[in-house]
T-cell receptor, first 117, second 113 residues
Framework: NAGVTQTPKFRVLKTGQSMTLLCAQDMNHEYMYWYRQDPGMGLRLIHYSVGEGTTAKGEVPDGYNVSRLKKQNFLLGLESAAPSQTSVYFC????????????????FGPGTRLTVL | SQQGEEDPQALSIQEGENATMNCSYKTSINNLQWYRQNSGRGLVHLILIRSNEREKHSGRLRVTLDTSKKSSSLLITASRAADTASYFCATDNSRGSNYKLTFGKGTLLTVNP
């Protein structure tokens, strides 16, 4: 199993450009998440999805859009990049423990380092 | 807004010593988790403790949870240089099927050889 993969690993954008970050997981997890990590701020949730075709806003959703057309993929889009979106972006996935109503840990990808000039 | 807050922000110890990190949170939780992040890498899950548990062990890790004080601690015994990393607590206070975690800002642990 590859686990959670993210592409690209690095990207430099100019202000106003757009791009899409791709997250893929091969663990058949229902839940997927996009976070951003900034120095001294920990991880903040941007958007998440509780299943194919569903998305929801997290703590810092402004300036980002997401789509979950397939269960294994979760895309994060920046329509018009701004320097404030310079960050490291992490994708994660998780699943419910069958028959319990409990959720377990999240599995993280390696991250995408994005710089917006 | 940040739910969990780790303390201290940074900790430097010698190899072989124990390391203790604390996490405080604000609202009731379903579970609390600890993650490790090596420099330039993604987060890796270490241990999960549910709200009805008070202590949990995994190898050299010991986690305690005090729901009355809304706090948790992570103890790493007999530390090694390879334990050098940032450690984050994350709380699950979700309701229904909207499962999500709220992460703290982390503790940077440096273990000197």
């Amino acid at each position: 199993n590859a686990g959670v993969t993210q592409t690209p690993k690095f990207r430099v954008l100019k202000t106003g450009q757009s791009m899409t970050l791709l997250c893929a997981q091969d663990m058949n997890h229902e839940y997927m998440y996009w976070y951003r990590q900034d120095p001294g701020m920990g991880l903040r949730l941007i958007h998440y999805s509780v299943g194919e075709g569903t998305t929801a806003k997290g703590e810092v959703p402004d300036g980002y859009n997401v789509s979950r057309l397939k269960k294994q993929n979760f895309l994060l889009g920046l329509e018009s990049a701004a320097p404030s979106q310079t960050s490291v972006y992490f994708c994660a996935s998780s699943k419910q423990v069958p028959g319990t109503g409990f959720y377990n840990e999240q599995f993280f990808g390696p991250g995408t380092r994005l710089t917006v000039l | 807004s940040q739910q969990g807050e780790e303390d201290p922000q940074a900790l430097s110890i010698q190899e072989g010593e124990n390391a203790t990190m604390n996490c405080s949170y604000k609202t009731s939780i379903n579970n609390l988790q600890w993650y490790r992040q090596n420099s330039g890498r993604g987060l890796v899950h270490l241990i999960l403790i549910r709200s009805n548990e008070r202590e949990k062990h995994s190898g050299r890790l010991r986690v305690t949870l005090d729901t009355s004080k809304k706090s948790s601690s992570l103890l790493i015994t007999a530390s090694r240089a390879a334990d050098t990393a940032s450690y984050f607590c994350a709380t699950d206070n979700s309701r229904g099927s909207n499962y999500k975690l709220t992460f703290g800002k982390g503790t940077l642990l440096t273990v000197n050889p």
